[in-house]
Nanobody, 114 residues
Framework: VQLVESGGGLVQPGESLTLSCVVA????????LIWYRQKAGRQREVVAS??????????YYEDSVKGRFTISRDNAKNTAYLQMNDLNPEDTAVYYC??????WGQGTQVIVSS
C-alpha cells in the first residue's frame, strides 16, 4: 500500500491550498481517512478525519481549522483531499495523510508566510 501526498508549498496568509493523497494498493473507500500535521518541534496532531465509506461515525476537524479546511475523497480516482482556505502562519507544518496504521504517506510541507 502506498500513499503519496502532493500540493504543499509556500503561500501567503489568506491564500488557499489543496493537498492530494493518491492511494495505491488498496481501495480508499474501505478505510477511514485521516489528515495529520506536524509543526516544527511539536507532536503530530489530527487535523481532520472521516470514517470509512458507509461506516457510522462523523467527520472531525481540529478546532483551529473548523470552517477553513475540508476533508474529502474521490473514490473513482482513489485520491483523498484536504482543501485548506484562509491559511495563516499557524498552519505551517508537514501534512500527512493516513488510512490508519500502518498506512501513512511521506508528508508534504506547507509554509504560510508573508
Amino acid at each position: 500500500v502506498q500513499l503519496v501526498e502532493s500540493g504543499g508549498g509556500l503561500v501567503q496568509p489568506g491564500e488557499s491550498l489543496t493537498l492530494s493523497c493518491v492511494v495505491a494498493g488498496t481501495t480508499l473507500d474501505s478505510h477511514p481517512l485521516i489528515w495529520y500535521r506536524q509543526k516544527a518541534g511539536r507532536q503530530r496532531e489530527v487535523v481532520a478525519s472521516a470514517p470509512r465509506q458507509g461506516a457510522p461515525g462523523y467527520t472531525y476537524y481540529e478546532d483551529s481549522v473548523k470552517g477553513r479546511f475540508t476533508i474529502s475523497r474521490d473514490n473513482a480516482k482513489n485520491t483523498a483531499y484536504l482543501q485548506m482556505n484562509d491559511l495563516n502562519p499557524e498552519d505551517t507544518a508537514v501534512y500527512y495523510c493516513s488510512l490508519g496504521n500502518p498506512y501513512w504517506g511521506q508528508g508534504t510541507q506547507v509554509i504560510v508566510s508573508s
